[in-house]
C-alpha cells in the first residue's frame, strides 16, 4: 500500500520517518521527495506497506500526529495524472488502469 505523508519537517529523515511507520509492522519503502534544483526536502514524501491492513493502521495512528513540530497529514496515495491526463502510479511512471 502507498502512503502519502504530507507536511513534514524539513528535518525529518527517511530513517525517522521509516522508524514512525515500522510501529505499525513492516516498511517496504519511505522516499521524502525533494527539490530537484535544491535537493532540499519539499515537505512530503511516501511510504510503501506490504501490507494493506498494516498500511491503513499506520495511517489512522498517524494523520495529524506532531513531528518535529509539525501536524503530519498521513492517508493512501493517489495516482497521479500526468501531462497527458493518464494516471499514473504514485512512484513511478507506470500507467494505472481505471476499474
Do not use: C, W
Not at 19 to 25: P, V, Y
Not at 43 to 64: D, H, R, W
Request: proline share 6%; charged share 30%.
Amino acid at each position: 500500500m502507498d502512503i502519502y505523508v504530507g507536511n513534514l519537517s524539513p528535518e525529518v529523515t527517511q530513517e525517522e520517518l521509516q522508524k514512525e511507520f515500522m510501529a505499525f509492522r513492516r516498511v517496504t519503502s519511505v522516499k521524502i521527495i525533494k527539490d530537484r534544483d535544491s535537493g532540499r526536502p519539499r515537505g512530503f514524501g511516501f511510504v510503501n506497506m506490504p501490507s494493506k491492513s498494516e498500511g491503513q493502521a499506520a495511517i489512522t495512528g498517524l494523520n495529524e500526529k506532531t513531528l518535529k513540530g509539525k501536524t503530519l497529514t498521513v492517508n493512501e496515495a493517489r495516482p497521479r495524472p500526468d501531462s497527458r491526463g493518464k494516471h499514473l502510479h504514485p512512484r513511478s511512471s507506470k500507467e494505472v488502469k481505471d476499474g
